[in-house]
């Protein structure tokens, strides 16, 4: 199903990469997520802001239906990515992750080598018939990450020797290499210094040229300087969504006021 | 000084503060002591337990044997049947050359064949079919000598004992002293423990059979509790719901892990044996009974490994697109391996020190020769020890003490080479 490539010309009308409706998620009894209603324009960087616990990561992870790994966790409403429902009985949450990558908070590289956790998206997926080809999506995506000129005569050595902040570029090769349309982040900068924040951020920058990233961010600042859309979640609910710039000079609704001039989270 | 103390804040030297400090302190090194102490007592009996193995077990290592020149008289055997020859007779006249004094009288001269092990005829019965061109010859052989002459010649016979107490009289230990005198007794490594089964007689008496058995019990409960127990790790970690009945299953395992062996046996007498009619004292049915009771052991430390991986890993892979299957064998069991393993090995050396089932499914039958295929009869270590320690001959009471060494030195090894695995294979992420 999501083999079927749009022509770019039909991506590029519609300009909505992703539209959540209604969206509704429960752990258990407890509601997680309340109504939510969202819609992520592609080759944008939008910013998920809020205190902690509003739900954020929570919808961020309906986006790649993530969260159907946890047993108690309930899904309702509809997210269409390309106008195709990603909960629809057909979808193949598998498939859907390779067009849906993640980054999480943590650096996580696979405890192998810097090579391997790069090719192991195209190598599960089938997208490399020949060693060359390998190479190659390793090198492009090592590039795409800005890793490249650091790592390329270590390839073979592993991924968790790296420092945290290259950590963390190279789990993004590692998200970028099976070539999604969406990228996810869940905070990737929260467990790294000022130096690599700033090297992901630029990095975050020029990724959103090919795709639609969505970040999650604790701080302020960070979605004021990365994104062009930003959405401020509240105890589950969506309270406001509009450009970045509106959002931190104007705020229509009281609440996110507040949050940004410090006054609840 | 006080005034500065007091000014900084703090007084160090007020006796209230120091008493407290003295209590703090008195009871941490009490606890310290304590600690100490439990590990100097746990020590000290580790320390008496392999002290008293090694001082009867050594005993065993070596082996008392006897040189002879023996004359194959062609007049007790028959070059076309050489198996057949009477060996026993030949033991006689070779054992008269060497006491030409003793007068010819059967219970004189069955005193001094008797110094020989009963395993010296069939030794030499062995050389000559082998080569029955030696017939009318003199060839010199070493035979071991009876547990009686090796106790002797060990010192473990005190001559002092009055001579009706003693098992060996005063003109059987001068006769044997004569031996000695011409140079004929020696006392080399005792190989037979290893290359022998298992005999009446202690001089002979080996752990081959034991060993065997042991090897083969252990393969088949390794062949039958590692994918198994490994398949069923997996499953209820990574793919069976959280619900009533897993946790049923999960109290269930826990349990089964901690039920007495002898019920396993007891289960494998009535099932393996009796219903579906399993040959007896088999190795095969003993590591399957082993099976049983090592397949909970390798579940709890399978699972154990597998939640150790940390989730941010499976996360990872998950969020590239890999199926369940492929986070869990490409990544999750490769990372819980080592955990896995030295369970697993654990779990067998605790297999291989037990004795209680093996005795119910018959592994402690009396069998001369080592097991040729896991479905012959054969009996396992801890067994032989079994059999060993329930014997009347002196010569068991060293050689129990020694199998009990080799045992542990088995069981040492398995360890070792779990710790080497875990060290080898462990990770950092």
Redesign the interface.
Do not use: D
């Given at each position: 199903m999501f083999d079927v490539t749009k022509p770019e010309t039909a991506v590029d009308q519609t300009d909505i990469k992703i539209a959540a409706s209604n969206v509704q998620v429960f752990y258990g009894e407890t509601q997680a997520i309340k109504d939510v209603k969202v819609d992520i324009q592609d080759k944008t960087v939008t910013a998920f802001i809020g205190p902690s616990g509003c739900g954020k990561s929570t919808f961020l992870r309906c986006l790649n239906r993530m969260n159907d790994t946890i047993d108690s966790c309930r899904v309702e409403g509809r997210i269409l990515l390309d106008e195709q429902d990603i909960y629809a009985p057909q979808v193949d949450p598998v498939q859907l992750r390779a067009k849906v990558g993640m980054v999480f908070q943590k650096p996580n590289p696979f405890p192998k080598s810097i090579y391997e956790n790069v090719a192991y998206g195209p190598k599960i997926h089938g997208m490399a018939r020949t060693k060359g080809e390998l190479d190659e999506v390793v090198e492009k995506s090592l590039r795409r990450a800005a890793l490249w000129e650091e790592v390329k005569d270590r390839l073979d050595t592993p991924g968790t020797g790296l420092s945290g902040g290259q950590q963390q570029r190279l789990c993004i090769a590692r998200a970028v290499a099976t070539r999604p349309e969406v990228l996810l982040m869940d905070e990737p900068c929260s467990a790294l210094d000022p130096i690599a924040t700033a090297q992901v951020e630029e990095l975050i920058d020029e990724l959103k040229q090919r795709f639609s990233v969505v970040i999650v961010t604790h701080s302020m600042q960070q979605a004021a300087r990365v994104s062009q859309k930003t959405a401020f979640f509240h105890l589950g609910n969506l309270v406001e969504y509009d450009d970045t710039n509106t959002i931190f000079t104007n705020p229509q609704d009281p609440r996110t006021e507040s949050y940004i001039t410090g006054r609840i989270g | 000084m006080t005034d500065q103390t007091n000014n900084t804040g703090f007084d160090w030297t007020t006796p209230s503060f120091q008493s407290h400090m003295k209590r703090r302190r008195r009871s941490q090194l009490q606890l310290k002591l304590l600690g100490l102490g439990a590990i100097a007592i746990a020590f000290m009996m580790l320390m008496l337990l392999i002290t008293s193995l090694i001082s009867t077990g050594y005993h065993a290592f070596t082996q008392t044997h006897l040189k002879i020149e023996v004359f194959l008289d062609p007049e007790h055997l028959d070059p076309a049947k050489p198996a057949r020859g009477n060996y026993r007779q030949i033991l006689t006249d070779t054992m008269k050359t060497q006491f030409p004094d003793v007068p010819d009288d059967r219970a004189e001269l069955r005193k001094l064949t008797s110094i020989l092990s009963n395993g010296a005829q069939f030794q030499i019965r062995d050389r000559v079919v082998e080569n029955p061109g030696l017939i009318g010859e003199t060839v010199q052989f070493d035979v071991p000598v009876a547990d009686t002459y090796d106790q002797l010649n060990k010192g473990l016979i005190d001559p002092d004992t009055p001579e009706e107490y003693r098992r060996l009289k005063n003109d059987e230990i001068a006769n044997f002293e004569l031996l000695k005198d011409r140079g004929l007794v020696t006392e080399p490594l005792n190989t037979a423990l290893l290359t022998n089964a298992d005999s009446r007689f202690p001089e002979l008496a080996g752990l081959k059979g034991a060993l065997v058995g042991s090897f083969y019990a252990l393969l088949t409960c390794f062949l039958l509790s590692f994918p198994l127990g490994i398949g069923a790790a997996i499953y209820l970690e990574e793919f069976a719901?959280?619900n009533r009945v897993s946790d049923l299953i999960e109290i269930n395992i826990n349990n089964l892990a901690a039920v007495p062996s002898v019920v396993f046996g007891l289960l494998a007498l009535a099932v393996f044996l009796g219903w579906f009619g399993m040959p007896r004292s088999a190795p095969f049915v003993g590591g399957m009974t082993l099976a049983l009771m090592t397949l909970p052991t390798i579940i709890i430390a399978t699972r154990a490994a597998l939640k150790a991986v940390?989730p941010?890993?499976?996360?990872?892979?998950?969020?590239?697109?890999?199926?369940r299957q492929?986070v869990v064998f490409?990544?999750v069991l490769p990372?819980a391996m080592p955990g896995i393993l030295t369970g697993t090995i654990i779990g067998l050396a605790q297999a291989l020190g037990e004795t209680a089932p093996l005795l119910l499914i018959g592994m402690n039958a009396f069998i001369t020769s080592a097991p040729s295929t896991p479905f012959d009869s054969a009996t396992a270590l801890p067994t032989q020890i079994f059999i060993w320690a329930d014997s009347p001959e002196r010569g068991f009471v060293s050689r129990t003490s020694a199998a009990i060494l080799v045992l542990l030195t088995f069981l040492i090894m398995m360890n070792a080479v779990a710790i080497f695995l875990r060290q080898k294979f462990e990770?950092?992420?």
């Open positions: - | 719901p959280r940390p941010s890993i499976r996360e990872a892979a998950l969020a590239v697109g890999a199926s492929q490409g990544h990372l990770r950092k992420w």
